[in-house]
């Protein structure tokens, strides 16, 4: 079983910076490959970021792709995901999410097992 708790959400101006993090409590941290999702009011979730369970390797969602990076820190059980240039249209609750790692990186959001609760990103204008 893999808990996973979301921080770092907030309200930011366009243009701005956030942090989130998001803390596993797992044994085997580093059986999973994280990833990040977002949904926006009254629209699907949409894949944002993965990350393999060594962190060697990553995939960005086009969308936002040059502004937000992704990384883990395994010492720590910490997924994190800095988004930079934020946008209007970045407004949404964000949700981490573990996968099995010997599925590899997914952007599916049917193949991951576990969830956080989410934290809200709202980037004004």
């Known amino acids: 079983q893999v808990q996973l708790v979301e921080s770092g959400g907030g309200l930011v101006q366009a243009g701005g910076s956030l942090r989130l993090s998001c803390a596993a409590s797992v044994r085997t941290f580093t059986s999973y490959t994280l990833g990040w999702f977002r949904q926006a009011p009254g629209k699907e979730r949409d894949f944002v970021a993965a990350?393999?369970?060594?962190?060697?390797?990553?995939y960005i969602a086009d969308s936002v792709k040059g502004r937000f990076t992704i990384s883990r820190d395994n010492a720590k059980n910490t997924v994190y995901l800095q988004m930079n240039s934020l946008k209007p249209n970045d407004t949404a609750v964000y949700y981490c999410?573990?996968?099995?790692?010997?599925?590899?990186?997914?952007?599916?959001?049917?193949?991951?097992?576990?969830w956080g609760q989410g934290t809200q990103v709202t980037v004004s204008s």
């Open positions: 999410a573990a996968a099995w790692r010997g599925l590899g990186l997914k952007t599916d959001q049917y193949e991951y097992s576990y």
């Open positions: 990350i393999s369970w060594s962190g060697g390797t990553a």
